[in-house]
């Protein structure tokens, strides 16, 4: 790991290949971390997950970590650090200001994020906002772009 700080998005078990692929490719254009918690939906080794992040995907930054557990006594993230983003957050995605070295945790396609991550971090849960009653949530490689570009917005230019 680079002593650079730097933002992450952290994936928790990934079920859909071409979602990691495009959220691995947001991360190289923006120059972040990726980081995928066990198990997943499919090999990471898949043709569609290559074929999802292109001839980029060999320039992903990628940890992999075999549960959350795993993942925090690893990487010891503090608590400001820690972003959940789920549809019911109590919080907006503009809410907060993001620290250099955020961490930005999504959960499974289907599922989200499990009570098990949610439970104890209650106060650090936002939602991306929409406006309309006629969708119940967004893809997932599309909310993870739209959030890294938020957190990011005071360093890009």
């Avoid at 983003?85 to 396609?109: T, W």
């Avoid at 991550?117 to 993870?144: E, G, K, Y």
């Amino acid at each position: 790991m680079s002593d650079t700080p730097r933002m992450s998005v952290v994936l928790v078990t990934p079920e859909i290949p071409g979602n990691t692929g495009s959220v691995g490719r947001t991360c190289v254009a923006l120059d972040l971390d990726l980081v995928l918690i066990r198990p997943y939906g499919f090999d990471i080794t898949d043709k569609s997950v290559r074929r999802a992040g292109l001839d980029y995907w060999q320039h992903v930054r990628l940890f992999e970590f075999d549960s959350w557990p795993a993942f925090l006594e690893a990487r010891s993230p503090r608590r400001d650090q820690l972003f959940f983003f789920e549809e019911h957050g109590a919080g907006s995605v503009y809410d907060p200001d993001y620290p250099c070295d955020a961490y930005l945790v999504f959960g499974c396609e289907t599922k989200g994020l499990p009570p098990s991550v949610l439970d104890t971090n209650a106060d650090r849960i936002f939602n991306l906002p929409m406006r309309s009653p006629h969708i119940r949530s967004l893809n997932l490689a599309n909310a993870v772009t739209a959030v890294a570009y938020q957190a990011m917005r005071n360093t890009l230019s």
